[in-house]
């Protein structure tokens, strides 16, 4: 049986993928409706918070669900620090690329091109994918400190 904490990690994971996905349908919608501004920023807004939901998955496995941006930020750049093979897929900065193209600069303030609109909502995808890959197989190698406390 899932437990209530598994189960809202791999909610998040799950959310994760369905706004990539609601991104790319908006995208295509706003390319469809005259390159409709409102449709472009929301794409992009439901591909930040793709990134958003990804990043909170892996967090919340390694420790606890991050509350702001900020959180995050600091929480992918210690997992980089402290672990080799994840700062080789440089999620601090991917994730630091998508809040300032997608979320700020495109939805907040409507400064984007469209070209760079779609290749950032495709780099939310392997975003999400590489998170996938590293949180494949055993997460008690992802957070040995919780393992250790279920022991005890």
């Known amino acids: 049986m899932m437990s209530t904490r598994l189960k809202d990690e791999d909610e998040n994971l799950e959310k994760a993928r369905e706004f990539h996905r609601k991104a790319i349908e908006e995208f295509k919608r706003a390319k469809e409706d005259n390159n409709n501004d409102v449709l472009f920023r929301d794409a992009a807004e439901k591909g930040w918070n793709a990134i958003v939901k990804a990043t909170n998955y892996l967090i919340t496995i390694m420790g606890k669900l991050p509350k702001t941006h900020k959180n995050r930020r600091d929480q992918l750049w ?14 601090y900065e991917r994730f630091n690329a998508r809040e300032h193209i997608l979320h700020e600069l495109c939805f907040y303030d409507g400064i984007y091109e469209i070209d760079q609109v779609e290749y950032n909502i495709k780099k939310v995808k392997s975003y999400i994918k590489d998170i996938e890959k590293l949180t494949k197989g055993d997460r008690a190698k992802l957070n040995p400190e919780k393992s250790e406390s279920k022991k005890r």
């Open 78 to 91: 210690r997992i980089g620090e402290e672990n080799g093979a994840m700062k080789r897929y440089k999620l």
